[in-house]
DNA sequence: ATCGTCAAGCGGCGGT
DNA sequence: ACCGCCGCTTGACGAT
């Protein structure tokens, strides 16, 4: 406070001391009770006197107090003391008004609480690093909250994912091992007949593969994105004049592709 | 003994 | 050069 751009030379520091006050059992111990002594111990000499009925001057200086005040600060010459709970709280009031300290006012105010103005910049610039703190610390708290709100939706998404990774790998067998079924009964039934059961492109019926599969994965309590997939064009795209497009005649192969946009999300 | 709070010290920086 | 503010630190003190 008194070093660098701040300094102030000897006198003006003790000046200042002469401001500063010793605990208040100290005064209590020789010095009258005074109604603006606040409950902290250590207070303000400035804040020793009664109110000022005009309103002009808050806090009366010292008149008889230095003959304790000097025993006192003889024996602690660099002690600090805190400001009174009334002065404090002039300030605070004045610092919710504007935050920043004018020249004038900083000597009004000095004026009103009995302290030196050097004081009550120093007050306003604590009291505005005390405010900032408070203020990183709401942000924090509210980024903090966001972040886990967001995470918290993140880690449902991969979970999510991860459930349906794992439906369409058991839709993809599933329809692999009905469709094989199928192609072995209809080959065998071939060997007897062609014209019962005419297969998918080669003869497959692709209605009795889907209602065959829908059933089963009901059973097993999926859910109704099988509703899609389960639709053919899933299995045999069909082509814009309608048409299927017939799969390899190579036994069980059932339009699954690698590159199959409709699974390529899942492939990692 | 340790911790939190607050007034004040200190050095740096920017504005005038 | 001077002044005021800022960030960081120190010292005093009360609370636990």
């Known amino acids: 406070m008194y070093g660098g751009g701040d300094a102030l030379n000897h006198k003006q520091k003790l000046e200042i001391s002469s401001h500063n006050h010793p605990p ?61 709970v009334d002065q404090v709280q002039f300030l605070e009031r004045s610092f919710e008004t504007e935050n920043k300290l004018e020249p004038d006012r900083k000597v009004k105010l000095a004026k009103e609480l009995g302290l030196q103005p050097r004081q009550i910049a120093i007050w306003f610039q604590n009291r505005r690093a005390r405010w900032k703190t408070k203020q990183l610390e709401t942000e924090y708290e509210t980024l903090n909250s966001s972040y886990e709100s967001l995470k918290e939706n993140y880690d449902n998404l991969l979970k999510e994912n991860e459930k349906l990774k794992i439906e369409v790998v058991n839709l993809k ?22 014209v019962e059961s005419p297969r998918l492109a080669d003869g497959i019926h692709s209605s009795l593969v889907f209602e065959l599969d829908k059933s089963d994965l009901l059973r097993n309590g999926e859910d109704n994105l099988n509703e899609e997939l389960l639709q053919p064009g899933y299995i045999f795209a069909n082509t814009e004049d309608g048409n299927n497009i017939h799969p390899p005649a190579s036994s069980c192969y059932y339009g699954f592709q690698v590159e199959d946009p409709a699974f390529s999300f899942w492939s990692n």
């Open 24 to 84: 208040l059992d100290y005064l209590f111990q020789s010095a009258p009770s005074n109604s603006f002594l606040g409950s902290r111990s250590m207070v303000s000499f400035g804040a020793l006197g009664g109110v000022d009925k005009s309103g002009s001057s808050f806090f009366l200086q010292d008149e008889n107090g230095d003959e304790y005040l000097d025993e006192y600060f003889e024996n602690q010459p660099d002690k600090k003391r805190r400001l009174s």
């Open 173 to 194: 067998s599933k329809v692999l091992g009905v469709a094989c079924k199928n192609e072995e009964q209809s080959s065998a039934k071939s060997d007897v007949t062609d």
